[in-house]
Structures are given as structure tokens and as C-alpha cells.
């Protein structure tokens, strides 16, 4: 538990980093500290020593306390070598270790350093990055949204970056509250192109599975839906089996729950992911449903979980290592002062065939 002094700390900090007191900024006076925080004098007096030793204020004999941007220098400010921050996800799972390759060999081209944190996407854990990237002064800044399909409240932040015209670019998604320049997956068309090869192999009852607090998952259900319009297929919600990060932890359970309750009616399942796709198959042999004679699947990613696996998954290209290389070298560009580059990029997925997909035979 946080220590009083700490919190005033934290939250005058997370002030001055989200941009509420700008630089130059007188703060509220001690006794306003005082009252507002419920503490005493010596209190408030000891959490402003730190925040002036860090370089978040001043202090002016007389006339009050500002706000200093001092704390820049004090961390990377004073370095020849460029640093880049990397804000993403998840850090050593799934697809992550080859972006962030990607990021780091391009950077390493160009001598510039990188600074990497992770927000397990939550929220509280990226407005720590982000205080984190602004506290040290990074130059650019690469970020995956975290729940990126929910209202954001550390938009202020991103907002801050923008008015220090400090560059950055995001990948796998973007906030579409900010007008930011992203590469990212065509996520609508590679559940499209996951489905219609579903429909092209004789399938008309085909479920998905997706995540719902990330944009790709709001994206790759546009993407089954519009194949399924297309083939004049009705969608059908029960066939729809939705989760977010928090009930993650719960998808064996939901999956055995949903496969149980449609296994006479589903013969195929367009998948969020290889992870989602790599369980489905688990969850089917403990149902003793056999893949993909009774039930066809399709991932998504290409990942290497897919590729070692013991059963080739039927999955569709991500850019992974190329994304990490392109977001990479937008920023260095945009640090060169090259002008005109992309605001958005979209990878187009291809169909990889593997031994999760099974022709229906005409009845």
C-alpha cells in the first residue's frame, strides 16, 4: 500500500506528465496540498524536496512552486544517442519477441537505444509507460494500444507526446479517438478471407470466436460477417463465442461450454488467434470431437506457437517482424525530418493451408 506522501508524489507527477500542469505552472500552494491530500505540512514539504530533486519543480523563494521540465535531462535528455520507446502488450509471448526484433534490429542500424515496457493491456499498467516514456525524454515512441477497442483514459498522455512533438506510430491497432499513424493487419480481411475459404469448402455453419476489448477483434468480426452476407449465409449469434482479457483465463471452460452446447450444429470455427485456435483443438480432443473431420478450424498470425505445434493449423500471415521494421523506421525517418510518410499501412493477409480445414462432403 501506498505511502501518503508517495500518493501526492504519484499524482502531481502523473499531473505534469498527462500535460494538466504545463510547464511553467504554478502548483496549488502547501496548505491547498494539505487539504486536498489530508495530510500534514511536512508531509506535502517532503513530496515537493522529491519532485524538485527529480525535476518536476521548482521552487521560487516567496513566490511558490512551478512546474519544470527539468526532469527530461536528468534521465536520457543529455545523451548524443537517440532512444525510442516500445510500448507493447505483452513483451515475450506470442508474436511479441519477433516485433520487437523487428524494432531493435532497425534501430541498431541507425544507433539509436531502446527503452521497452509492457502493459499486460491494462490500462493502469500503461499509464505507468507512459509516465515512464515521458520521464525520460524518450525521442519517438512506438506503441500498441492497450484494449484498444474501449474508451481510453490515458489519451491526455498521448496528447502530451504530441504537444512536445515527440513522433509516435502504432501498431497492431490504433485509438480512434486520435488521429495517430498506425500500421496494422488488415484484421477485417483476414477473418474475410478465413470464412470464405470456409464457405468456398462446403461450410455454412461457422462460428467465431473473438476478443472484444481490441480493436482486431471488433475488425475480424466486420470481416466473417461480411463473408458470410456475401455467401447470403445468416449470422447467427449463438454461434459467437466472445471474451476480453480478463475472462481469457476462463476461455477452456467458455469453449468447452460452447463447443458442447453446438457440436451438431457447427462444422467450422473462424478463430481470433493461433493461441484461440491451438485451444479450440485442445478442447475438442478432451470432447473427443475429431479436427477436421467433424469440426474445421482456422487461426490467425502465423505464430510460432502454430508452426510447433503438433497439429499444422490452418492460420493467415501477420507482418510481425516486418511490422516491428517499418514502425521502426517510420520513427527515424520522422526524427530526420522526412516528410510525406504514411499515415496508416494495412498488411494484406495470405491463407496459409494447413490440417485444420476439411472439405464438406455434398450431403
Keep these: ?42 508531509t506535502v514539504r517532503k513530496a515537493i524536496l522529491e519532485l524538485a530533486n527529480g525535476g518536476f519543480l521548482r521552487s521560487e523563494k516567496g513566490s511558490g512552486t512551478y512546474v519544470s521540465n527539468k526532469y527530461q535531462s536528468k534521465f536520457g535528455g543529455n545523451s548524443t544517442k537517440k532512444t525510442i520507446g516500445v510500448i507493447t502488450t505483452y513483451i515475450s509471448d506470442y508474436i511479441f519477441p519477433s516485433i520487437i526484433r523487428g524494432i531493435e534490429r532497425r534501430l541498431n542500424e541507425d544507433n539509436y537505444s531502446l527503452l521497452l515496457a509492457s502493459t499486460n493491456n491494462d490500462v493502469e499498467q500503461e499509464k505507468k509507460a507512459l509516465e515512464m516514456m515521458l520521464s525520460y525524454g524518450v525521442d519517438g515512441l512506438i506503441i500498441e494500444p492497450t484494449k484498444s477497442n474501449l474508451y481510453n483514459p490515458n489519451i491526455a498522455y498521448y496528447l502530451s507526446f504530441k ?88 476461455l477452456y471452460t467458455d469453449l468447452k461450454k460452447f463447443l458442447t452446447k453446438n457440436r451438431d450444429v457447427l462444422t467450422a470455427i473462424v478463430c481470433y488467434n493461433d493461441e484461440v485456435g491451438l485451444e479450440v483443438v485442445n478442447v475438442c480432443r478432451q470432447l473427443d470431437i475429431s479436427v477436421p473431420e467433424k469440426l474445421s478450424i482456422i487461426g490467425q498470425d502465423n505464430s510460432y506457437i502454430a508452426q510447433n505445434a503438433n497439429i499444422k493449423l490452418t492460420t493467415l500471415t501477420h507482418p510481425q517482424e516486418q511490422m516491428g521494421r517499418d514502425a521502426a523506421d517510420w520513427v527515424i525517418k520522422k526524427l530526420q525530418g522526412k516528410k510525406d510518410l504514411p499515415n496508416e499501412t494495412y498488411y494484406q493477409p495470405v491463407l496459409i493451408e494447413g490440417e485444420t480445414v476439411k472439405e464438406l462432403e455434398i450431403q
Excluded: W
Excluded at 496494422?184 to 470464412?195: A, E, G, K, N
Design 163 to 250: 504537444e512536445q512533438d515527440v513522433p509516435f506510430i502504432m501498431i497492431n491497432a490504433y485509438y480512434e479517438e486520435l488521429d495517430v499513424p498506425f500500421l496494422c493487419l488488415d484484421d477485417v480481411q483476414s477473418s474475410y478471407l478465413s470464412t470464405k475459404e470456409l464457405i468456398i469448402k462446403g461450410h455454412t455453419q461457422i462460428g467465431l470466436i473473438s476478443k472484444v476489448d481490441d480493436l482486431q477483434g471488433k475488425f475480424r468480426m466486420k470481416g466473417y460477417i461480411k463473408a458470410l452476407g456475401e455467401a447470403k449465409l445468416r449470422f447467427q449469434p449463438e454461434l459467437v463465442l466472445s471474451y476480453n482479457t480478463e475472462t481469457k483465463l476462463d
Design 1 to 42: 500500500m501506498k505511502t501518503k506522501y508517495q500518493i501526492i508524489i504519484d499524482d502531481i507527477k502523473s499531473k505534469i506528465l498527462s500535460g494538466e500542469y504545463s510547464i511553467g505552472e504554478q502548483i496549488p500552494t502547501e496548505s491547498v496540498l494539505q487539504e486536498k491530500y489530508n495530510v500534514s505540512r511536512h
